[in-house]
């Protein structure tokens, strides 16, 4: 049976310490993003590579080791090289994993977008009038 989300849904990243923030569900993005700023590629002092940034809400940095690069056509239509991390989402006590890419949405109305792919591997369906009280929340 499907589950119903809203078009804004509360949200958590747990390993990335972030919770309960709103997001913005998309049907027409085909990806997620979450906002993320200083975002580099590190050598451990054992000599993998790492991602290491500031995730929104975050003041300490994260690092991660497992990550990749992928060309994605950004909202304004533009194809950018973005990086992707597999993660975990937190959605109504729930959790999922999830495919994420990095980006800079400090000028978007909200910190993380929810595309249709997420959507249709774990059978949500998007009512539009559902999760509005969330709109007009602060990231």
């Known amino acids: 049976m499907p589950k119903t989300i809203g078009a ?44 290491k940034f500031t995730p929104y809400g975050r003041k300490k940095p994260v690092r991660l080791t497992a990550y990749r690069r992928k060309k994605v056509r950004s909202s304004n239509g533009e194809l950018e090289w973005r990086y992707i991390i597999r993660t975990t ?9 999830i495919n994420i890419t990095l980006a800079d949405r400090s000028q978007m109305m909200k910190a993380v977008i929810i595309g249709r792919r997420f959507l249709r591997r774990h059978g949500f369906l998007v009512d539009p009038k559902k999760g509005t009280k969330y709109r007009y929340e602060v990231k």
């Not at 310490?17 to 085909?30: E, H, M, R």
């Open 8 to 51: 804004f849904a509360k949200v958590s990243f747990p390993d990335l310490g972030i919770y309960d923030t709103i997001a913005k569900v998309d049907t027409g993005a085909l990806s997620g993003a979450l906002h993320a700023t200083n975002i580099i590629v590190v050598k451990l002092p054992t000599g993998e590579k790492a991602l």
């Open 89 to 97: 989402i937190v959605i109504r006590d729930v959790s999922y994993p």
